[in-house]
């Protein structure tokens, strides 16, 4: 009998395995077009009480080639999750009443962005008021009474009517127009000006939670650079008086959105902005300014984190925030008067993005993806997060499709430096083969590949692994999440160490016969099309590169791009006319005689981080040498590709490339 039992329990035990072999073996990889459509979910804003969260989800929309937000919402019991708005258009930046009423949010229906509101349970949502020049960032004020909004200074009619008659020429630097703040008085329907005169940009702002005031920071012009490196916090009445610059310098790099928060009790005011103290190329601090003594102080301490979405606890001694530790983004608390932070969240492989928490100063939501799952809403307690639970499930298509594994992995540099990344096995995998393997570069420097469901456009790891790749994710040397002094190590060392270390991880991967030496392909943009460049004039191990956006020529990149004289400070400390070796010495274009390798560019024709003279560049360069070269540029395209159909026909030309030279 127990011969028989057991006999049964080995055969169902078989059977089961044998279902799911075979349910894997019947899913389908994710195609181009696949990947580039799947959800995206970006702001997120939990309900005063807790029980709703209203989010944005982008989506791609491929008749009219762009990409659209909606608003939806879900219930935090998990309940319910539906989409409240179904337009062509964008419907973003949901942001709840104070009495949990209405969801205020901006949406370009009518052309121009416009504030709209929806009453959960009473049908369409309605626009609030109308502002001439659209807008481009709003709040609430805490009672509920007022809309604070950023709009658009008029243009000069003289100028516009001089322009028409062919009078056009551009100047080079000049500001497009720059952001004035404005209020809306909700019972008496009227726009009021509060912030229109001085000579400056504003970047974002934040109510007082008394309502008396706003803080909002400044740049001289809306320019991307300009607002990079020269902002100051200011404050101003609620009434439009008072208005002065606070005692609160900092280096405002690493400080884009302009909006502080102020603690429950009003006394202080926090962001995360550069350190006047370190480099300009270092992890962010929390500067905390204090309107008692009327002084600004590091909160942070020597904590070194690359942090990002501030917020206050609710009883004001604690401020929350999202940061990379090695490759997660996990949920810090830090004690801002002992400067003492703890961990909150421990997941083992996740990216945590936004977060909010409601009005009793416990239930939170916040989106996350994993190495085996696209982004989705978890919902919880603030002071225990690693209890917190799914809610959505905005992807319900993907249980048919094949998601390939994910491997951390970690190798030495030549100086013994540990350097993270990761790889993602090929569709099928066999242990003890080799796999034609395509190495990914991500842009920045100071960016990463992390513990994010690897399937964009930007990192398209998910579809070359179902294509039978072997996709190799590495975070060299110059990357955000292990500190600053990890970041700072490629400093005049561009295509140094950090080419090396790329290179000592490929080795690695090889001598694990993971990868085929023999079938070597590599892909990468921005920064990242800066080292595709350099890798290709300094070896021959590869069989084809794809390079995207990418430069090229350092001394030229100084002067045509906005950005590269703010690089040139971080990267290299001097200018090409101080230092020119350094600029000749480290451009890929300086070796272009050396290139072997087949090379595919893809450029931006408005890309004005990386000009599109980078790759025009570099491809007459190496067309001289006779080795297989293509250039292909993508009409009003800025840095970031934002079409989708561009982003598909750019992979889709990728990866026939790859697959022409592997034959």
Known sequence: MRKKFFALMCLTAFLCAFSVIQAEAEKSPLSIKEMIGLKSIGNVAISPCGRMVAFEVTSADWENNTFT??????????????????????????????????????????????????????GESEMLFQAKNGIR???????????????????????????????????????????????????????KPLVTAGDFHIIGFSWAPDNSKLAFVTSPKNIEYITWIDQKMRVVNRDGSGMKSLDY???????????????????????????LNKPVLYNPIIQVYDFQTGKSFNASGAND???????????????????????????????????????????????????????DGCAFVFSASTPSWPTELYAGDINNPDKARRITNIHPDLKNTLICETEEITWRGEDGLT?????????????????????????????NYNNSFAANFYCPAQYYAGQGYLVYLPNIRGSIGWGSEFMRKNIRDWGGADYRDLMAGLDYLIKREL?????????????????????????????????????????????????????????????????????????PI????????????????????????????FYRAVELTGTPVKLYMYPGEPHPTVKPNHQLDKLQKGSEWFAKYLK
């Not at 179904?86 to 370009?108: C, E, L, R, V």
């Not at 690493?254 to 962001?271: C, E, I, M, N």
């Not at 300086?590 to 003279?613: C, F, H």
């Open 69 to 122: 937000k909606d608003l939806w919402l879900a219930y935090t019991d998990g309940s319910r999750c539906f989409p409240v708005t179904h337009g062509k258009d964008m419907n973003m930046s949901p942001t709840w009443s104070p009495d949990g009423k209405s969801i205020a949010f901006i949406s370009t229906r009518l052309a121009k962005p416009q504030v709209f509101i929806y009453k959960p349970g009473f």
């Open 249 to 275: 310098k900092y280096y405002g790099f690493l400080s884009r959105h302009g909006a502080a928060v102020w603690s429950p009790d009003g006394r202080y005011l926090a962001l995360e902005v550069g350190d």
């Open 515 to 587: 990868a085929d030496e023999e079938k070597l392909v590599v892909w990468g943009g921005s920064y990242g099309g800066y080292m595709t460049n350099w890798i290709v004039t300094q070896t021959d191990r590869f069989k084809a590169a794809h390079s995207e956006v990418n430069i090229s020529n350092l001394v030229s990149m100084w002067g045509i791009s906005p950005i590269g004289r703010f690089l040139s400070q971080l990267y290299f400390e001097k200018t090409p006319q101080e230092d020119p070796e350094i600029y000749r010495r480290l451009s």
């Open 419 to 447: 350097i993270y990344g990761n790889i993602v096995y090929p569709a099928g995998y066999e242990k003890g083969k080799s796999y034609p393997t395509v190495t990914l570069i991500h842009g920045g420097p100071a960016g």
């Open 137 to 191: 960032k709003f709040a609430w004020s805490p009672d509920g009474k007022s809309v604070a909004f950023l709009t658009s200074e008029d243009t000069d009619e003289e100028k516009m009517k001089r322009k028409k008659q062919g009078f056009d020429a551009v100047e080079i630097d000049e500001s497009p127009p720059r952001s004035q703040l404005y209020l809306y008085e909700i019972a008496e329907k009227e726009i």
């Open 590 to 617: 300086t070796y272009a005689k050396n290139v072997k390798t087949p090379l595919l560019l893809t450029q931006n024709e408005k890309d004005q981080r990386v000009a599109p003279s980078q790759a025009l560049e």
């Open 305 to 359: 984190h690359f942090m990002q979405n501030c917020r206050w606890s609710s009883d004001g001694r604690y401020i929350y925030y999202v940061a990379y530790s090695l490759q997660n983004r996990q949920i810090f608390k830090l004690d801002f008067m002992k400067k003492k932070l703890g961990q909150i969240s421990h997941f083992p492989k996740i990216d945590i993005n936004s977060f909010s928490v409601a009005n």
